[in-house]
Antibody, heavy 115, light 109 residues
Framework: EVQLMESGGALVQPGGSLRLSCVVS????????MSWVRQARGKGLEWVSA???????FYADSVKGRFTISRDNSKNTLYLQMNSLRVEDTAVYYC?????????WGKGTTVTVSS | QSVLTQPRSASGTPGQRVTISCSGSSSNIGSNTVHWYQQLPGTAPKLLIYNNDQRPSGVPGRFSGSKSGTSASLAISGLQSEDEADYYCASWDDSLNGLFGGGTKLTVL
C-alpha cells in the first residue's frame, strides 16, 4: 500500500527556518518524481517544488532561493528545507508522488509563520 | 491570481450535468496535459482526471475531462450531493513550474 507521511510542521517566526520530511512506503522515492504542494487556509492549491528521478529540482517563483527540495534514498524520504520564512508561507504542506498528475498524497503538515 | 483560470463557483441540481472550465495559455495547457482534482473539506485532494481525459481506477464514469487548445473542461453528469466539493485543474508549464487553477466550489442545490 502506498503511504506518504509528512512531519516537521511547526510555528516559526518570520525569517526562521524549518525542514519538512515525508517518509514514503509502498514505492521508492528515487524512482519517482516527487513534489510538495501547499494550501493556505481557505485558499487554493499551490505547487511548491518537485524533484525528478535524475535529481533535477524545480521551484515555484514564490519560493525560489529560499526552499530546497531533496531526498534520502536510503531512508526513502523526501525533504523540504525552508529558509527565510515569510508570513505568506503559512499553509498545509502536502507531500506528493509525481510531478503534477498526483495519484498519491500525504495528509499534510501545518506550517505557521507568525511573530 | 492563478495562471490557470477557473470560475470561482458552479452549481447544479441532482441529476444535472455540470461543466467546469480551465483556461490557460500556449506554454501550459496548450503544450502539456491537464489534470483535475476533487477536494472535500479537510482532506487531501483526490485525482479525478489525468492526461486530459483519463480516469484513475475507482473514479466513476460520471466524471469526464476534455481539452481543446489552451482550455480544458471537467464534466460531471448525473450530479450527486456527494459531488459538492472544490475542484482544481492543474498542468505543467514550459517554464518548468507546476500550476494549479484557482479552484471552483461546486454546490449541489
Amino acid at each position: 500500500e502506498v503511504q506518504l507521511m509528512e512531519s516537521g510542521g511547526a510555528l516559526v517566526q518570520p525569517g526562521g527556518s524549518l525542514r519538512l520530511s515525508c517518509v514514503v512506503s509502498g514505492f521508492t522515492v528515487s524512482t519517482n518524481y516527487m513534489s510538495w504542494v501547499r494550501q493556505a487556509r481557505g485558499k487554493g492549491l499551490e505547487w511548491v517544488s518537485a524533484i525528478d528521478v535524475g535529481g533535477s529540482t524545480f521551484y515555484a517563483d514564490s519560493v525560489k532561493g529560499r526552499f530546497t527540495i531533496s531526498r534520502d534514498n536510503s531512508k526513502n524520504t523526501l525533504y523540504l528545507q525552508m529558509n527565510s520564512l515569510r508570513v505568506e508561507d503559512t499553509a498545509v504542506y502536502y507531500c506528493a508522488r509525481d510531478r503534477i498528475a498526483i495519484f498519491s498524497w500525504g495528509k499534510g503538515t501545518t506550517v505557521t509563520v507568525s511573530s | 491570481q492563478s495562471v490557470l483560470t477557473q470560475p470561482r463557483s458552479a452549481s447544479g441540481t441532482p441529476g444535472q450535468r455540470v461543466t467546469i472550465s480551465c483556461s490557460g495559455s500556449s506554454s501550459n495547457i496548450g503544450s502539456n496535459t491537464v489534470h483535475w482534482y476533487q477536494q472535500l473539506p479537510g482532506t487531501a485532494p483526490k485525482l479525478l482526471i489525468y492526461n486530459n481525459d483519463q480516469r484513475p481506477s475507482g473514479v466513476p464514469g460520471r466524471f469526464s475531462g476534455s481539452k481543446s487548445g489552451t482550455s480544458a473542461s471537467l464534466a460531471i453528469s448525473g450530479l450527486q450531493s456527494e459531488d459538492e466539493a472544490d475542484y482544481y485543474c492543474a498542468s505543467w508549464d514550459d517554464s518548468l513550474n507546476g500550476l494549479f487553477g484557482g479552484g471552483t466550489k461546486l454546490t449541489v442545490l
